[in-house]
């Protein structure tokens, strides 16, 4: 039998869903939260449901924590309690999570975090360990040069990816034979590689960011790494949701503060998943003050005029338009074509 495990947060209902939890708490003797304590525990409902308009059907996680609370303050058990329970949740079961920022911060795993680069992106994923997942910031390299070979992704080569993310590549191909095909044939050889990354690769959320750094390549204009990106793409260049935003924009953002990188950095998320956005306070607070930023995209010349800081540019008659992103991917594709036919003259 399947269920659907989230219920949408009407007034109403979300105030029956906080009865239920009181009345469980009653029944186990627990000190009930204060009317900030229940706000925290209806912030943790919505982020058990990832969802900032729908909650968790299921309300023994919340119970679970309030529970949690009690064995630390059983006089009062306020906003700060119950998010000080949820800490305490994660902190058992993140052990991996703090070997990886370890690793990152001892430059073990090699992420630019300030610089700008030419054919290099910070892809963002979920790693699943238990019941406890988190996000992290990976380094994805495109390298083209002249040749026929098209684009060879070494995941799919080296049998580390599963069938959506080699499916991925595919999309990736349409969409450089839509967007640039149009009065010639595409020569490209080109590599698209997860840097340091040697375990199993499955999904569809780095499309984009495989994308960029694809373009960024070929054009040889440098992308911001003070930004990472997720989402899907159609052959159109149409942004898709994806899953886990708020464990990658939380992970990215832990990363970049334990860096000293925090500043004016941010993360590119598609517009459909604003509404699953419901993120710790102190990420919050970040956006608040300006500090650090989220920019959701529809399109995939969106991503690149955030991370390149030119105009995407249009097709107006047989050529883009001069000085702008898709003009140099262009040139560079035609070039490529006279190099080709210069070699075999």
């Not at 440098?222 to 939380?250: C, F, H, R, Y």
């Not at 306070?281 to 930023?293: S, T």
């Amino acid at each position: 039998t399947n269920f659907n495990h989230t219920i949408k947060a009407k007034s109403d209902t979300l105030t029956q869903y906080l009865s239920n939890i009181i009345k469980r708490c009653r029944e186990k003797n627990l000190t009930l939260p204060t009317k900030d304590g229940l706000i925290a525990v209806a912030k943790y409902a919505f982020r058990l449901a990832e969802s900032s308009d729908k909650i968790w059907s299921r309300i023994d996680e919340c119970v679970d924590i309030i529970e949690e609370a009690n064995a630390f303050n059983s006089e009062s058990i306020g906003y700060k309690e119950i998010q000080q329970a949820i800490e305490n949740k994660i902190f058992v079961k993140d052990l991996y999570r703090e070997k990886i920022q370890e690793m990152i911060k001892e430059g073990t795993i090699l992420l630019d975090l300030k610089e700008e680069k030419i054919g290099q992106v910070n892809g963002l994923s979920v790693l699943q360990i238990g019941d406890f997942s988190f996000g992290r910031p990976n380094r994805i390299i495109a390298k083209s040069y002249v040749g026929k070979g098209g684009v060879i992704n070494i995941e799919t080569e080296s049998k580390l990816s599963g069938k959506i993310f080699d499916k991925s590549s595919f999309i990736i191909g349409g969409y450089l034979g839509s967007k640039y095909a149009y009065d010639k044939p595409l020569s490209l050889q080109a590599t698209i590689s997860f840097e340091q990354s040697y375990s199993y690769i499955e999904g569809d959320s780095a499309t984009v960011a495989m994308t960029i750094a694809l373009l960024s390549s070929i054009a040889k204009i440098p992308v911001k790494n003070n930004l990472a990106v997720t989402g899907s793409m159609s052959q159109d260049g149409l942004v898709q949701p994806v899953g886990g935003v708020n464990e990658k924009i939380e992970g990215f953002f832990d990363v970049l503060k334990m860096s000293n990188h925090l500043d004016d950095a941010g993360v590119v998320i598609p517009h459909q998943n604003k509404k699953d956005l419901v993120l710790r306070d102190d990420v919050l607070e970040a956006i608040e003050k300006g500090v650090f930023k989220i920019y959701t995209i529809e399109t995939i010349d969106d991503a690149i005029e955030i991370f390149t800081g030119k105009k995407a540019g249009k097709l107006v008659k047989n050529r883009y338009e001069k000085e702008t992103f898709h003009y140099y991917v262009d040139m560079s594709f035609r070039k490529t074509i006279k190099q080709l036919k210069d070699n075999n003259d």
